[in-house]
């Protein structure tokens, strides 16, 4: 099946909640697919342009990450600014054009998805049966990832889907954790991300 994709490019002007952002040394910067034209546009000689960031990708701000001092996110939401911050361990501001809100993302929020994490690997190092979620969706299809996982897992079993609803995961009680090997947004408490796993 032949698949579109359509970029949404948002027609809120970023220019207003700019003028709010005070950021001392360099910054990167990040957006979403939805404000990235307006991004490019930016001239600061203190910015750095990163570029596009995704939910299950930070490459772009790794990419800078020893040129920069701190990153400001652009755009609605704190999933994108946790994970960056997550992955580079610098300060990550947000300038929010729907909101007109500038802010710096809080500390105890990392800490606390860090927490849910350990949580988590506690669950993953005890486990004695595993199941791996695998998505069908273009871009986030990693079977072959979930194959060579499997091969290193006992009692570990593949579950592939196209939209997932967490409660059907309850259905299989005999999984002690699930390995998502999709869009990290897919989240509970028994979910841990592949990409958050040590290497096996």
């Known amino acids: 099946m032949k698949t579109l994709f359509i970029e949404a490019k948002s027609k809120q002007d970023i220019s207003e909640v700019l003028k709010k952002v005070n950021i001392p ?24 342009f990163a570029g596009q960031v995704l939910g299950c ?35 990550v501001y947000i300038a929010n054009p729907n909101t007109n809100e500038f802010s710096k993302l809080d500390r105890n929020e990392i800490l606390d998805y860090e927490k849910k994490l350990k949580g988590k690997l506690n669950k993953f190092y005890s486990a004695n049966s595993y199941g791996i979620l ?8 990693n079977l072959k990832k979930a194959l060579e996982l499997k091969n290193k897992l006992k009692n570990s079993y593949i579950f592939m889907f196209n939209t997932l609803n967490e409660l059907e995961l ?20 028994n979910i841990i991300n592949l990409e958050d796993l040590p290497k096996l």
């Open 57 to 91: 990708k930070a490459d772009n701000a790794i990419k800078i990450q020893k040129k920069v001092d701190s990153y400001l996110y652009i755009g609605s939401g704190k999933f994108h600014p946790i994970w960056v911050a997550l992955k580079t361990k610098k300060p």
């Open 25 to 48: 040394g360099k910054v990167g910067l990040i957006t979403t697919i939805q404000f990235l034209d307006q991004v490019k546009q930016i001239k600061n000689k203190n910015y750095i």
């Open 134 to 141: 695998v998505s069908v969706k273009p871009g986030q299809y």
């Open 170 to 189: 309850e259905n299989f009680r005999k999984i002690d954790i699930w390995i998502n090997t999709a869009c990290p947004r897919i989240e509970g408490k």
